[in-house]
Every structure is written in C-alpha cells, then in structure tokens.
C-alpha cells in the first residue's frame, strides 16, 4: 500500500521469511558458525537458544542452507510429542520404512540404528534438527539422550541440533537431565540487537526493497524504535511496518518519534503513557533500586511467591543498578505482547555457567590445519557478512541474485587488502603446499584477524606473511545495469551512476567523464587509467555509502 510512496518496489518489514531480506549480524553470523562447528563435533548436541522473534529461524535456515551434500539431516518444527511419536517422526523424516509394530519403541530405535549405521559405512552424517525445543518433555528429552548412545567406535552416529527459547536453557540446568547437558557439544543464545545493529537492520531491509530510496527515518525515530522494540527483530518489523503506514497516512515523507510512538500503541498495546510510566515497569524499577538489603530480600519472596507461575524477569545482578539501566531493562521486560530482552532470570546457584570465549590462536600452523580445503566453504562464510546466504553452488554465480559479484587479485597483498577496505577470502600455503582458504575479517598496522568457522586467529602481519602469498577474493555490490565483462561506461544504467556519484564526490559535473574518474582514481590512490572497473567502482560504493561489511580493526 505505502510502498510507492516511499519509493520503494515492495513493503521492506513483512514479517514472513523472504531470503532477499535476510540481515546476518555479528551475533547471528556467530550462531551460525557454532551449528556449523558442531557439524564436526563428533556427534551429541549443538544447543541455540534466543527470545522471541530474535532470529533463530533465521540461523536455522541459512544452516540448513549449508550443510554439506553429506549430511542427510531431519527437521522436526512440533516437538509436542511422546517419546513415540517423536521417534516415529524422526523415522518418517529420515524415510526410514516403518516397522511392524508402529507403537514400539524398540522396533523404532532398533531401525533408527540400522539406518545410522548404513548411513557411516556410506561416509554419511546424519543430522536430527529440533526447532521450538523449549517444548520438549523430559520424558523426549532423555529418549534423545539414548538416541546419542547409537555409535562405533570412532564417533557417535547421530547429530542433535535443538532450538528453542531461553527456557530451553533452564530445563538443561535441571539436576535431572545432567547426562544430556553434559553432551552438549556447541552452545549459542542469540541476544537482541544492539541500536547500531537496529539502524542497520533497518537501512538493509529498506535498501533491498527500493536501493535509490531514501530513508524515510529521522535519527530520533530509529531510536525509539529500538527503545520500544528492545531490539528484536520480528518487533522491529511489526513496529517500522506501522510507522511507515501512519507515516503515509498523514502524506509524510519522513517517520518521526511521535509516529512511531503511535505505531507502538497500535500494534503492541501500549497505553498512552511513556514506558517508565506504566505502573508495571514502575514496579520493577523500585524493586531494581531496593536490590541491596531489604529490596533484595522482597525480590526473593516474590520470586519464591511466584515460582509456581511461568513468567519472565528482570534480573538484580547487583545492589548498584541505575535508574537508567533499570528503566530499561524493565521496559523491555514488562512491553506488552513481547519477549524480555534479557534471559529469565534464574539464581546463580541453578544458572547454567556460560563458558569463557575461547582465546584466539597465534599459530599460522594451527590457522592452517584449521582452514577449509574448499574455497567455497570460505565463500560461503564470508557471503554471511553480506547477510547472503548460499548452498552448495557455485558461489559468484548464486550470490548474483543478491547483486553482488566477485573480485579476485592474484598477488596484491595487503595494499589491495588495505585499499578495498573489506573482509574476503584469502588463500594460504597448506601442509605439502595444498592451498586451503580462511576468511580474513580484521587487519590494524601489526596484526591480521583470521577466521574459520568458529575459530579465530590472531596473527602478526609477518606470521600470516609466512602462509598467505597475497591472493585476496572477496564480494562486491555492483552497480545499476553492471554486466561482467562489459566497460562500465558502455551501459547507460552504469555510466549514469558513475556519474551521479562522481557528482556526490564533489568532481566538476562540465568535465568529461573520463576526466573526472582518473581524478578520483588520483584521489584514492588507485592507478589512474580513467576507466571505472572494479576497484574504482568499490571506492565509489564507499563514497556514496553503499552498505558493504568494512575490514575492521583488531579489538
């Protein structure tokens, strides 16, 4: 309805799974890589949790996306069933035949192991996703534990991949289910956006519904909603959606606060008053500001009180909490209609450790026996930093669709790293001299940072100098009309961007266009030959702030 008038091809915040919306960030791209680490983990369970609408479905699906064509893997999405039943689904979703005795469980594990055995000896994994997992029964639960029993001698037979909300977190830390917690291989809670990832969620979204747009935000409106939406994602569509709306309701062009203050009271319910008013959050905010001493005791009792009844909560991790903090961590936890933005609050006593972050490594050696032998497995990570996800095709031709293209310099080192001034794939002299390909995410004047899945390294520059011999790749976003292996100036669509940007840049629009862009080649440092290729083309990208993940700098 409102699309036109913002100058947009489609409405960018629908709420159902579009591929071409997907927005990967830090958090999710780290989600994804530990599903993926558990791929070679040797069997057990990869556990991912993460609130309401926070994008679990959409890690799911781009792993799924990259399983490789070796892994025959099961999806069940309604785990409310028995032991049985969840037996006779996974069988079904396997096309196991069903045995003689459908309500035997026995017969069903007896068949599930005859499977997973076939399976190995034909160099196959077998992979058993678990979606709203949170649902589960004790009773499945622990059917699932046996199901790890299946192995040889080598490895277990079956992967468990479970997803579900926090609460999934909470029934692992139960003294019951100790041996199932205790195979839990790989874990992950996807937490809300950060407001700079909001904004960035956002930007994306609209720029794939209509690129040459322009945002139809104010800063104070993108803000607020972050505030009201506490950063999640599915929350952020419904209430950027309403926003929009109201906005071409009244023929404005541009979303301020108040209408997405309004936009809130419609979709979420909210009364009129600010967050910090409601009588609910109030609450919170006296009970976070009463934490040291009796505050701390009252919390308890309510707590206690209230144990019997499923609810989330805000927790007190320490006597010396603000106001500001308070109130937002209460508003976010007591908005009508949505999840807490924080994990339930648990005692420390029966909160499941999380475990420290692992060091990265400083070894070129341990990089190497860590990197992927394929190339398009480094492809297929580094298209997640441009929130594209790809199968097992070829990469440059699948990332196509999302108009992105690659870039390969055979030998130009760092210079050409430092000058695109993005992450890509670079290829290093494995054992025997066999290349094998990492992602290179991070570089500062003394050091590289280097990733491979999960794994990450840190290497000074004359450590990764010892493996890598310059070969650089990564993704660019083309512009209008491009074709490879066509001058740019010889598509309209192209040379008029060309121009269009070159204007932006402050280049004199009377000059001729081959002037102006060896000038700007001259201003960025790229050899000048007054042809807009590639390179030239990515520079101006930068200068027109065209969203491409930069290199960053080491933390």
Same mark, same amino acid.
């Given at each position: 309805?409102?699309?036109?008038?913002?100058?947009?091809?489609?409405?960018?915040?629908?709420?159902?799974?579009?591929?071409?919306?997907?927005?990967?960030?830090?958090?999710?791209?780290?989600?994804?890589?530990?599903?993926?680490?558990?791929?070679?983990?040797?069997?057990?369970?990869?556990?991912?949790?993460?609130?309401?609408?926070?994008?679990?479905?959409?890690?799911?699906?781009?792993?799924?996306?990259?399983?490789?064509?070796?892994?025959?893997?099961?999806?069940?999405?309604?785990?409310?069933?028995?032991?049985?039943?969840?037996?006779?689904?996974?069988?079904?979703?396997?096309?196991?035949?069903?045995?003689?005795?459908?309500?035997?469980?026995?017969?069903?594990?007896?068949?599930?192991?005859?499977?997973?055995?076939?399976?190995?000896?034909?160099?196959?994994?077998?992979?058993?996703?678990?979606?709203?997992?949170?649902?589960?029964?004790?009773?499945?639960?622990?059917?699932?534990?046996?199901?790890?029993?299946?192995?040889?001698?080598?490895?277990?037979?079956?992967?468990?991949?479970?997803?579900?909300?926090?609460?999934?977190?909470?029934?692992?830390?139960?003294?019951?289910?100790?041996?199932?917690?205790?195979?839990?291989?790989?874990?992950?809670?996807?937490?809300?956006?950060?407001?700079?990832?909001?904004?960035?969620?956002?930007?994306?979204?609209?720029?794939?519904?209509?690129?040459?747009?322009?945002?139809?935000?104010?800063?104070?409106?993108?803000?607020?909603?972050?505030?009201?939406?506490?950063?999640?994602?599915?929350?952020?569509?419904?209430?950027?959606?309403?926003?929009?709306?109201?906005?071409?309701?009244?023929?404005?062009?541009?979303?301020?606060?108040?209408?997405?203050?309004?936009?809130?009271?419609?979709?979420?319910?909210?009364?009129?008053?600010?967050?910090?008013?409601?009588?609910?959050?109030?609450?919170?905010?006296?009970?976070?500001?009463?934490?040291?001493?009796?505050?701390?005791?009252?919390?308890?009792?309510?707590? $206690? +009180? *209230?144990?019997?009844?499923?609810?989330? !909560?805000? =927790?007190?991790?320490? %006597? /010396?909490?603000?106001?500001? #903090? &308070?109130?937002?961590?209460?508003? $976010? +936890? *007591?908005?009508?209609?949505?999840?807490? !933005?924080? =994990?339930?609050?648990? %005692? /420390?006593?029966?909160?499941? #450790? &999380?475990?420290?972050?692992?060091?990265?490594?400083?070894?070129?050696?341990?990089?190497? !026996?860590? =990197?992927?032998?394929?190339? /398009?497995?480094?492809?297929?990570?580094?298209?997640?930093?441009?929130?594209?996800?790809?199968?097992?095709?070829?990469?440059?031709?699948?990332?196509?669709?999302?108009?992105?293209?690659?870039?390969?310099?055979?030998?130009?080192?760092?210079?050409?790293?430092?000058?695109?001034?993005?992450?890509?794939?670079?290829?290093?002299?494995?054992?025997?001299?066999?290349?094998?390909?990492?992602?290179?995410?991070?570089?500062?004047?003394?050091?590289?940072?280097?990733?491979?899945?999960?794994?990450?390294?840190?290497?000074?520059?004359?450590?990764?100098?010892?493996?890598?011999?310059?070969?650089?790749?990564?993704?660019?976003?083309?512009?209008?009309?491009?074709?490879?292996?066509?001058?740019?100036?010889?598509?309209?669509?192209?040379?008029?961007?060309?121009?269009?940007?070159?204007?932006?840049?402050?280049?004199?629009?009377?000059?001729?266009?081959?002037?102006?862009?060896?000038?700007?080649?001259?201003?960025?440092?790229?050899?000048?030959?007054?042809?807009?290729?590639?390179?030239?083309?990515?520079?101006?990208?930068?200068?027109?702030?065209?969203?491409?993940?930069?290199?960053?700098?080491?933390?």
């Amino acid at each position: 309805m409102y699309a036109p008038f913002f100058g947009l091809s489609k409405e960018p915040f629908s709420i159902a799974p579009d591929p071409r919306f997907l927005f990967m960030s830090e958090q999710h791209r780290e989600a994804l890589a530990h599903l993926l680490y558990g791929l070679g983990g040797g069997g057990g369970f990869v556990l991912l949790t993460g609130e309401i609408g926070a994008g679990k479905t959409t890690v799911c699906r781009c792993f799924l996306e990259q399983v490789p064509e070796r892994c025959t893997v099961a999806y069940v999405f309604n785990p409310k069933l028995t032991a049985t039943e969840l037996l006779q689904t996974v069988c079904g979703e396997f096309g196991i035949t069903a045995p003689a005795d459908p309500g035997s469980v026995k017969a069903h594990v007896d068949a599930l192991n005859a499977f997973l055995l076939a399976a190995h000896a034909q160099g196959r994994q077998a992979i058993l996703v678990i979606d709203e997992a949170q649902a589960l029964s004790a009773d499945v639960l622990e059917q699932l534990r046996l199901l790890t029993n299946l192995e040889t001698a080598e490895r277990k037979l079956l992967q468990i991949v479970l997803i579900g909300q926090p609460e999934l977190r909470d029934m692992l830390a139960r003294p019951g289910l100790e041996q199932l917690a205790q195979r839990v291989i790989a874990r992950y809670h996807l937490g809300a956006l950060s407001p700079a990832e909001t904004r960035q969620y956002i930007r994306h979204r609209l720029a794939v519904a209509g690129p040459n747009a322009p945002l139809p935000f104010d800063g104070a409106a993108l803000a607020r909603i972050h505030r009201l939406s506490g950063g999640v994602p599915r929350r952020i569509n419904l209430l950027a959606d309403r926003a929009l709306l109201g906005a071409y309701a009244q023929a404005r062009a541009l979303v301020d606060r108040r209408t997405v203050d309004q936009a809130a009271r419609e979709v979420f319910g909210a009364s009129g008053a600010p967050a910090w008013r409601r009588p609910a959050v109030v609450s919170a905010v006296l009970l976070l500001l009463l934490a040291g001493g009796a505050g701390l005791w009252l919390l308890e009792r309510q707590r $206690a +009180a *209230s144990s019997t009844k499923p609810q989330r !909560a805000v =927790a007190a991790s320490s %006597p /010396a909490v603000t106001l500001g #903090a &308070a109130v937002a961590a209460a508003g $976010a +936890a *007591s908005a009508p209609g949505a999840a807490a !933005a924080t =994990a339930p609050a648990t %005692p /420390a006593s029966q909160a499941p #450790a &999380a475990a420290p972050p692992e060091p990265p490594s400083t070894d070129p050696a341990e990089l190497l !026996a860590a =990197a992927h032998a394929l190339q /398009a497995t480094a492809w297929r990570e580094l298209a997640l930093r441009w929130n594209v996800a790809i199968g097992e095709g070829e990469p440059c031709t699948a990332v196509a669709q999302a108009q992105l293209a690659c870039f390969r310099s055979a030998a130009g080192g760092l210079p050409v790293v430092r000058q695109l001034a993005r992450p890509g794939v670079i290829t290093l002299q494995g054992v025997g001299g066999a290349p094998v390909y990492a992602v290179l995410a991070a570089l500062d004047e003394d050091q590289a940072t280097v990733q491979v899945g999960a794994q990450r390294f840190v290497l000074t520059l004359p450590a990764l100098a010892s493996a890598w011999r310059g070969e650089f790749a990564t993704y660019w976003r083309v512009p209008p009309g491009w074709r490879d292996g066509t001058p740019a100036m010889a598509v309209a669509a192209t040379r008029d961007w060309v121009e269009q940007q070159l204007g932006r840049a402050g280049f004199d629009p009377a000059k001729p266009l081959r002037q102006r862009v060896f000038a700007f080649q001259l201003a960025q440092g790229l050899p000048p030959d007054g042809q807009a290729g590639p390179m030239t083309l990515m520079r101006l990208n930068r200068a027109a702030g065209v969203d491409e993940p930069p290199l960053q700098a080491e933390r």
